[in-house]
Nanobody, 117 residues
Framework: QVQLVESGGGLVQPGGSLRLSCAAS????????MGWYRQAPGNQRELVAT???????NYADSVKGRFTISRDNAKNTVYLQMNSLKPEDTAVYYC???????????WGHGTQVTVSS
């Protein structure tokens, strides 16, 4: 059974930084695209950033220049370095991993990020 376990969320002041991690396990196939999504209260879940197995990245306009996504294929782990955090970044952040061969998409349970003074 595939599991995605996120860590690294918390409370941070505006302008601060956090690093999220997501460790994926349980798949006999390699993970293709991995990424981070977020959902604020009353809003739909939205893309934050994605990364291909080869390292190509894609970012939401709202986080470009502030967030950096990376991954360690050997560890099946994806990271999100978040700098210059703003109150509007407050949300539950979800990890996503895909296995294209079997058209499967997996989600973590989410980690809360709160940006407040």
């Amino acid at each position: 059974q595939v599991q995605l376990v996120e860590s690294g969320g918390g409370l941070v002041q505006p302008g601060g930084s956090l690093r999220l991690s997501c460790a994926a396990s349980g798949s006999i196939f390699s993970f293709n695209d991995m990424g981070w999504y977020r959902q604020a209260p009353g809003n739909q879940r939205e893309l934050v950033a994605t990364i291909t197995r080869g390292g190509n990245t894609n970012y939401a306009d709202s986080v470009k220049g502030r967030f950096t996504i990376s991954r360690d294929n050997a560890k099946n782990t994806v990271y999100l370095q978040m700098n210059s955090l703003k109150p509007e970044d407050t949300a539950v952040y979800y990890c996503n991993a895909n296995v294209e061969f079997i058209r499967a998409s997996y989600w973590g349970h989410g980690t809360q990020v709160t940006v407040s003074s």
